[in-house]
């Protein structure tokens, strides 16, 4: 398996994450920036040329991270409305993206 965290630059900021400029910065069609950190290089242009990525920075405007590596998937992504957000079409629309941006960059 491959690691991998992608983070919206903007909550990595809020954390004091360090330099991030040494990361590659990817952009979703609302203008908001995401980090992706790989394990290797290669794997940058293997993940950012799958267009599941995008679908994926699309729909978790409000994320905060996702991890995929050896030990399991992390996904945070912060709510206002917790009711809302939990849904089960929202939930569900959410962990298929989930899963198939993990299997995409396997």
């Given at each position: 398996k491959t690691s991998l965290t992608l983070s919206a630059k903007k909550w990595l900021e809020e954390q004091n994450a360090g330099e991030l400029n040494d990361y590659?910065?990817?952009e979703n069609d609302y203008g908001e920036k995401f980090i992706l950190r790989p394990i290797s290089e290669t794997k940058v242009k293997q993940v950012t040329e799958n267009p599941?990525?995008?679908?994926?920075?699309n729909e978790f405007r409000?994320?905060?991270y996702y991890f995929s590596g050896k030990t399991g998937?992390?996904?945070?992504?912060?709510?206002?409305?917790?009711a809302e957000a939990t849904t089960?079409?929202?939930?569900k629309r959410r962990l298929i993206l989930i899963e198939k941006?993990?299997?995409?960059?396997q």
């Open positions: 590659s910065t990817l599941i990525l995008l679908e994926f920075i409000d994320l905060a998937i992390l996904c945070e992504y912060i709510v206002d409305q917790a089960f079409d929202q939930l941006l993990t299997k995409a960059i």
